[in-house]
């Protein structure tokens, strides 16, 4: 079974059944042609035989006789290495000389057209032998005698088997000899053709496993798109390795100083004597903590996005209208904190294809940017219109030279807030906009002046 299941032996067993059925069939049509070629030179001693038995035939007062001298056949016998019985038959169907219970003509039996002869020739058996019998007719008219006489010569098959036997040894042999030739030939081709294979197969066995640098291609035109297509998925690994390692080194940065801060605020708290001092360290550190449970959410919500990235999952029809309004009314008591007019404006209904937790983050983290980094008194507008959301403030914006930091993870702009974050909100839009395969655009808001954040699905997925 470990043979069968490797290359070579699936293709040693493809090339050799093929070929030892040909062998039996070359075997059996060389053996079939060996009995034909030797049935064909022994009648044609048999015909010799009944010939020279039918010479002998006279006419003596009136009367067909036959005179076989016994030399003759046992001349033919020695030759032959086979028994040998005759029988003449008189034109009356009498006798005249030999057997006379040889197996006569059968039926169905036809004349030789090989020989220029009256001719039968037959196989039967007789005395528990097989025998072959010629059945010569050879026409009679002397002295008032006319007529056909038919005389029967017949031998056993031992020099026809035997010659029959020597041609099917000498074709299995040969046969043998080739099939064996051409399998041993096979094995060496493909253990000369697999070689880079194995070769391959041993730099990779031996690779470090941080090691993902490109497999040299192989000599096979068959087997470049394999070693292309598993080069280029090293490649994806690479970046998808170097992006988690990004994102882990960033995410520990990023959680490192909060937690610092907190260590400080607990130190600062338990070296003061002072209440007044617990007090404003403890709003501190629920500060802190805020700012830690905030940046650990979006951290999950980032690293769950990339988590699903290729995966083919069956997207649902949701309504994105109403869960632009639900994050409107979710956003509401930030907005009005900061004296912010939020409003919603455009379709009643909007029907896309997608993950509907999924929108409502992308909405939540476009709302909450908005809001946060718009000013005191100030506007942001969300808005649906032929599936094209739009969320707008009259903030400060963000230039065109920042927009590609701004989407960058952790990537947070200098434009004098205080306001608290980890730069992951744009990042993770920008991920959710990938798979659902719609398309963002960052540009500055015609009506409001600020941020303008344009997210475009695909018609088949409206």
């Avoid at 001298?69 to 030999?98: C, I």
């Avoid at 009679?140 to 029959?164: D, K």
């Avoid at 739009?390 to 400060?396: A, C, T």
């Avoid at 230039?399 to 909100?425: T, V």
Wanted: charged share 20%; aromatic share 6%.
């Amino acid at each position: 079974m470990r043979f069968i299941h490797s290359l070579r032996g699936e293709l040693l067993v493809w090339l050799g059944i093929p070929l030892m059925l040909l062998w039996g069939l070359s075997v059996y049509t060389h053996y079939q042609s060996a009995l034909h070629a030797a049935n064909q030179a022994y009648d044609r001693s048999l015909l010799a035989s009944a010939r020279t038995v039918a010479e002998r035939l006279v006419v003596r007062h009136q009367q067909l006789e036959v005179d076989v001298p016994w030399v003759v056949l046992d001349s033919f016998e020695r030759n032959m290495n086979d028994q040998l019985f005759y029988q003449v038959l008189s034109p009356e169907g009498k006798t005249l000389s030999g057997y006379d219970d040889l197996p006569p003509i059968p039926p169905a039996s036809q004349l030789s057209d090989i020989y220029p002869a009256l001719v039968h020739f037959y196989d039967a058996r007789y005395h528990q032998q097989r025998i072959r019998v010629a059945a010569l007719w050879q026409p009679v008219s002397e002295a008032g005698v006319n007529g056909m006489a038919l005389v029967l010569v017949a031998e056993t098959l031992n020099s026809r088997q035997a010659f029959a036997e020597g041609l099917l040894r000498t074709a299995l042999l040969s046969q043998s000899f080739l099939v064996l030739i051409t399998l041993l030939l096979a094995g060496l081709m493909l253990r000369r053709v697999l070689r880079p294979l194995r070769r391959l197969s041993r730099i990779v066995l031996k690779r470090d496993g941080s090691e993902l640098t490109p497999l040299p291609s192989l000599p096979w035109s068959e087997l470049q798109p394999l070693i292309i297509a598993f080069n280029r998925y090293l490649e994806r690994l690479r970046g998808l390795l170097a992006r988690q390692d990004r994102f882990s080194a960033d995410a520990a940065h990023q959680l490192r100083t909060p937690l610092a801060i907190l260590k400080t605020q607990v130190g600062v708290a338990l070296s003061s004597p002072r209440p007044e001092q617990w007090q404003e360290s403890l709003l501190g550190m629920r500060h802190t903590l805020d700012d830690t449970i905030l940046l650990t959410d979006r951290l999950l919500q980032l690293a769950r996005i990339k988590a699903r990235h290729g995966e083919e999952e069956p997207l649902a029809r949701v309504d994105l209208a109403a869960i632009l309004r639900d994050a409107c009314f979710s956003s509401y008591t930030a907005a009005r904190n900061k004296h912010i007019d939020l409003g919603y404006e455009g379709d009643e209904k909007g029907d896309v294809y997608g993950d509907g937790v999924l929108l409502g983050e992308l909405c939540a983290n476009l709302l909450d940017n908005a809001i946060k980094y718009t000013p005191v008194n100030g506007t942001v507008t969300a808005r649906l219109q032929a599936g094209i959301v739009e969320i707008e403030d009259s903030g400060p914006g963000i230039s065109d030279r920042d927009q590609e930091k701004a989407l960058q993870p952790f990537s947070r702009l200098d434009h004098g807030s205080l306001q608290p974050g980890a730069g992951i909100g744009l990042a993770l839009v920008q991920d959710i906009c990938v798979w659902h395969s719609a398309t963002m655009t960052l540009d500055r808001s015609p009506l409001l002046g600020g941020l303008r954040v344009t997210i475009n699905f695909k018609p088949d997925q409206r």
